[in-house]
């Protein structure tokens, strides 16, 4: 360390949320660049980049030093709210740095308490926590805003001097250091002063740090709007908070000469960079304690598992192949699973799989839909008998070391699918059973992106919002859009570097702040169980709304990185869409035993098939788009392989690359399927001579070049990441292997080119039979279920108003009847009745859960209602109000009282005044004179203003489609469907079945006109 002269030790990445402007590859690369051997990374009370950071600094042979400024609550973290005038502030700052492993895990502790017990406003801790938890630990006395600097610039230097003891008695053995900075903030070079006479006095070392918030000096201006984008101001309010310019990672001789008057600082820096050792264990796997049950060891209860489960299978497998099957057949699984058991056990990853096994059957058992599977593990038969997939990947050739590679140790990573109502359900299951302190969700972070950047900086720059939104339209939607991609695909974008001033800077800062982390979430899917505590292995975090869940700091890769055993829970709505139609259906046939169970459905029925030939997929999972639905009439899937290949296919790289047109040339023997070797027809025949799938690279590696299906997937693997010295390596391997089985070497490299190209397009076979799986059970519910199918549909999309409306198109295609919504008849939902759907009342506009469940529960318990004013006077008008009532009238709710919808309409304020009486009358515990004769109030037609404005057809439909979201009642162009038949060609429906350059003529009514810039 002796050659460095400064090291940076207070330095806010841009993980320090909207306020740290620093890309973590760029302050490596600069540390470089400057020749230093060390940099510590400290952002405002978290720890979010720590592992990104080390593995950056790392890499380029720099040494990481992990840190984080923490607040410290004067009066300790429990005390939130107003505090005393002496002790102003919330909140003081204080760096830690991490000497070893105790100090990082003393810090991790320190960061996680300071969210999850002393939020206010900041993640606080308190010198009660310090005091506990220090070992391991530097510390360094902050900015102007620190523990030390606060007290001064309250002129309170008994204080200061009494808080300098306190932490040089706390961090002994000469771990705590007062800093100086020199900068253009006024107070700073005063604060520098009584900070040394301090130092002097109390015999506590100095160092220099810079307080680094952006990486270079130009950056100050782009610092300076980010700041704005975190405050919610703009740059022309001389309130917004603003740092100095100086604030950037300066060089060692920018700090040896700012220092010239005090080199110790500068020396201590080297040294404490020195004493700073703490390293990362990477891939170290910790996975969470299974305990088996007494006397068995995880082998052996995975063993006995997976046999008990493959028996209790083997009845569904016999049904499947039929006369098939038989002995040789069933030898096949058995070695399959002694196989797959095998390498498992031999991995040490029985546990992994028993624990998986564990909550997808707590999910099972309690009702909780559970997907077929999903990604690589369908291809485990271990997998299958244990119930953690529900598809038998024999019959489709899905191979298990595509899942897992006994050649190449890595996790297992099973991802699972549950059902969206009951997720949350088995992530409670998990925290139950391992412990809250060892199960968390992760974080995520979104990022400024190319739209959201413009917004952002056109904000701050205080520009117009009608401005900024043109240009933020300018910018392409395509998925991993840049500024710079934007500029060069939209000349329209590009003409503003030559705008005015504004748009310019606009742009410039832009550019600037494009991919800055903006904000942390929670992760969709992942959550981390562990064999200890988590925080012993990383902090945590919360967010500032009471309902956050509390997550990792770390991303999912970096969980992972760190060894962490990462599950993903996904709330997949098809699984609720099918648990409906299926709860409906069960309940409609209920002397029927067993119950319908969509799993033994059979594989091969023409109807279905049929429906998905025409293209009428809407509602068909991962087939409902235009351009599927178009690939559907075009290939005419006949099996189960054919749907496992749709969803393989459709994709940009298959379709542009033409593999989807050959695919179905073939199908239908307009084009020879054509084998470059005959050994390749058993691998490609159901694909038409195609390399559809990853699996097939290695099943063609294994028979042609000896490969053994882990080698394989190690080729396949190089293949998607197109290293070229790994590339050369397996080229090399495969055509020697080829060499010696004979194969010309010429069809080698042929084939090995061949696999290389369609490798970049290849797709997960066990993910598409999974998906698949649940694409035909969709579609068979549609086709023999249909009107079931669809209200499951329909109930899970009730808060969607273009997905309803979609829905509710495609049911009267089917000639499936869509009732209003009535109160005395609907549910909270869409429900069956006879055959017909009827509306439900929550999914009527303005109307809502609530209220719909207040006229249920009331009509469950007092029975149906005679007209408006009933409803009014028995109902929780605070639940039920004006505007539901509004809703619920122009949807035609209330039809069944014969009553004109603009008559009751005007009814509605007389109807309240009704039942807010009645509630008084309640609350008082009165009853009418009415009541008293036996009798209640009737309410008839003459309660409805006579004089009342009448609606026109035309207004009444407009209204209901405002509510419902289109025209259920009837449509305003009924009357023409004569003329529209006798003048259009198809209609919309239809459409998807024209071909790509053929002309069609359509009629309809015109809602809205929105203009679109095209290039």
């Keep these: 360390m002796t050659d460095t002269p400064f090291v940076h030790l207070h330095l806010h990445s841009m993980y320090s949320l909207l306020d740290g402007a620093i890309r973590v590859k760029e302050l490596v690369d600069k540390a470089c660049e400057y020749g230093m051997s060390a940099v510590a990374l400290t952002d405002h009370g978290n720890m979010f980049g720590a592992v990104d950071f080390f593995q950056a600094a790392e890499k380029k042979g720099i040494k990481p030093i992990i840190g984080c400024e923490v607040y410290v609550a004067p009066q300790g973290r429990l005390v939130k709210g107003k505090q005393s005038d002496k002790e102003q502030d919330n909140a003081h700052h204080l760096v830690l740095l991490a000497m070893n492993s105790q100090g990082y895990k003393n810090l991790c502790q320190l960061v996680t308490k300071g969210y999850l017990e002393g939020f206010y406003y900041k993640p606080r801790i308190d010198k009660e926590l310090l005091t506990e938890f220090n070992e391991g630990l530097i510390a360094l006395s902050a900015c102007i805003g620190g523990v030390i600097a606060a007290p001064l610039r309250r002129q309170d230097r008994e204080k200061a001097r009494a808080e300098v003891e306190f932490y040089r008695d706390l961090f002994t053995d000469r771990r705590f250091f007062l800093e100086i900075q020199e900068n253009s903030i006024p107070e700073q070079k005063i604060i520098n002063r009584q900070i040394i006479e301090l130092a002097r006095k109390c015999s506590v070392p100095l160092v220099a740090t810079n307080d680094c918030h952006f990486l270079n000096r130009e950056d100050a201006h782009a610092h300076e709007v980010l700041l704005c984008v975190q405050t919610g101001k703009n740059m022309d309010d001389p309130k917004r908070m603003r740092y100095p310019e100086d604030l950037y990672f300066k060089s060692q001789q920018e700090m040896v000469a700012a220092f010239a008057d005090h080199p110790e600082a500068i020396a201590n820096t080297v040294e404490i960079a020195s004493r700073c050792d703490f390293k990362f264990e990477f891939r170290n796997y910790r996975p969470p304690n299974f305990v088996p049950p007494e006397g068995k060891t995880l082998n052996q209860h995975l063993i006995e598992i997976c046999h008990a489960g493959l028996e209790k299978i083997m009845p569904r497998i016999k049904a499947f192949y039929g006369e098939k099957f038989n002995t040789e057949l069933e030898q096949v699984y058995q070695q399959r699973l002694e196989r797959e058991i095998g390498i498992i056990c031999d991995m040490g990853f029985a546990g992994y799989f028993l624990i998986v096994a564990d909550f997808v059957n707590f999910a099972r058992e309690n009702s909780i839909p559970v997907g077929p599977g999903r990604g690589s593990a369908a291809g485990s038969l271990v997998a299958y008998a244990m119930r953690i997939t529900d598809i038998d990947p024999i019959p489709y050739g899905l191979l298990f070391e595509r899942f897992l590679n006994p050649e190449r140790v890595s996790m297992p990573d099973i991802d699972m699918d549950f059902c969206i109502k009951g997720r949350d359900k088995v992530i409670d299951y998990v925290t139950r059973k391992y412990g809250q302190d060892r199960v968390s969700q992760i974080i995520t972070f979104g990022r400024m992106q190319a739209k959201g950047v413009i917004r952002d900086v056109g904000r701050a720059l205080h520009m117009a919002f009608s401005e900024v939104d043109k240009i933020a339209k300018l910018v392409p939607t395509d998925l991993g859009m840049t500024l710079d991609k934007a500029e060069k695909m939209e000349p329209e974008f ?522």
């Design 494 to 1015: 590009a003409k503003l570097r030559q705008g005015n001033a504004l748009e310019r800077e606009l742009l410039d800062v832009a550019h600037s702040l494009e991919g800055l982390n903006r904000h942390a979430s929670v992760h969709a899917a992942g959550v981390v169980v562990t064999d200890q505590p988590l925080v012993d292995y990383l902090p945590l975090y919360k967010g500032t709304k009471d309902t956050d869940v509390v997550v990792t700091q770390y991303d999912m890769g970096f969980v992972e990185e760190l060894g962490l055993i990462k599950f993903d829970f996904l709330g997949l709505k098809t699984l609720t869409v099918i648990d409906d139609a299926l709860k409906i259906i069960n309940r409609n046939l209920e002397d029927r035993q067993p119950p319908f169970d969509i799993n033994t459905i059979p594989l091969d029925d023409e109807k279905t098939y049929k429906l998905l030939s025409s293209g009428a997929a809407v509602g068909v999972f991962q087939l409902e788009s235009s351009g599927m639905q178009d690939l559907l009439t075009r290939l005419k899937p006949g099996c189960f392989e054919d749907i496992i290949a749709l969803v393989a296919l459709y994709r940009p790289g298959p379709i542009e690359s033409g593999m989807i047109d050959d695919f179905i040339a073939c199908k239908h023997g307009r084009q020879k399927v054509e084998y470059l070797l005959p050994e390749l027809e058993s691998i490609l025949k159901e694909t038409y001579g195609v390399i559809v799938y990853q699996e097939q690279v290695m099943q063609v590696a294994q028979k042609l070049a000896g490969y053994s299906l882990g080698q394989a997937d190690i080729l396949r693997k190089a293949m998607g990441k197109k290293k070229a010295d790994v590339m050369a390596a397996q080229r090399e391997s495969f055509l020697e292997g080829a060499h010696n089985n004979k194969i010309d070497p010429r069809k080698a490299e042929e084939i090995f080119d061949l696999m290389a190209q369609f490798a970049e397009y290849g797709f997960n076979k066990s993910h598409s039979a999974a998906y698949g799986y649940i694409s035909y059970q969709t579609a068979y519910l549609k086709t023999h279920y249909p009107v079931e199918f669809m209200a499951g549909l329909l109930m899970e999309d009730m808060n969607n108003t273009d997905k309803v409306i979609k829905n509710i198109a495609e049911c009267r295609s089917m000639g499936i009847k869509v009732l209003p919504p009535d109160v005395n008849v609907s549910e909270l939902s869409f429900t069956v009745v006879e055959n017909n759907i009827r509306f439900g009342l929550a999914a009527v506009k303005n109307v809502g859960s609530k209220a719909a469940a207040e006229i249920i529960r009331v009509r469950e318990i007092e029975g149906q209602f005679t007209s408006l004013f009933d409803l009014c006077c028995r109902v929780d008008l605070s639940k039920v109000n004006r505007r539901v009532l509004e809703s619920l009238v122009k949807a035609g709710a209330f039809d069944g009282e014969k009553i004109a919808r603009a008559r009751l309409f005007a009814a509605i304020d007389t109807a309240m005044e009704s039942g807010q009486s009645a509630s008084r009358d309640r609350i008082c515990g009165q009853q009418s004179l009415f009541a008293f004769a036996g009798d209640e109030p009737k309410f008839d037609e003459a309660c409805y203003p006579e004089d009342a404005l009448s609606w026109s057809d035309k207004e009444e439909l407009v209204f209901e489609r405002d509510v419902l979201g289109f025209y259920l009642s009837s449509h305003p162009l009924e009357r023409h469907v004569d003329e529209l038949k006798r003048c259009t060609t198809t209609n919309t429906a239809e459409l998807v079945n024209c071909g790509s350059s053929s002309v069609a003529r359509i009629g309809g009514l015109l809602n809205t006109v929105r203009s679109k810039r095209t290039k």
